[in-house]
């Protein structure tokens, strides 16, 4: 079992569809960073517990980058949305040739437009 936790800085162009006077369409994309926060890697072989740090020297990079793609709606100053993040980095430090982990996320997003 793997957690990982980051916080991700996204650069995202918007386009806005106005579809009536108060309400508005938003289709969002750009490029993202996530920087590793916490996490923890467990398992449990025949009885025997392990857990470690997931981001410790032999596992995951802190380090995460890729393309955020995004919809969601504006009524009136409330915002609703879904994304999806689309990681490019293998994120495996020592991973074997050919071996990938990459991350995807899927969010859902509730704002205030100011």
């Known amino acids: 079992k793997v957690g990982m936790a980051y916080f991700d800085v996204p650069v995202l162009l918007s386009y806005r569809l106005a579809l009536s ?9 750009g490029p993202f960073v996530g920087f590793g926060a916490f996490g923890t890697t467990s398992a449990n072989y025949d009885g025997d517990a392990y857990s470690e740090d997931t981001f410790g020297e032999e596992t995951f990079s802190r380090l995460d980058a890729g393309i955020s ?4 709606v504006s009524v009136g100053k409330i915002y609703f949305g879904l994304k999806y993040d689309l990681g490019m980095i293998n994120i495996l430090k020592e991973a074997e040739e ?9 969010g859902i997003t509730v704002g205030l437009n100011f």
């Open 69 to 72: 793609l995004g919809a969601g």
């Open 21 to 29: 006077d108060n309400m508005q369409l938003h289709l969002n994309a």
């Open 98 to 106: 050919g071996f990938y982990v990459h991350s995807r996320v899927f």
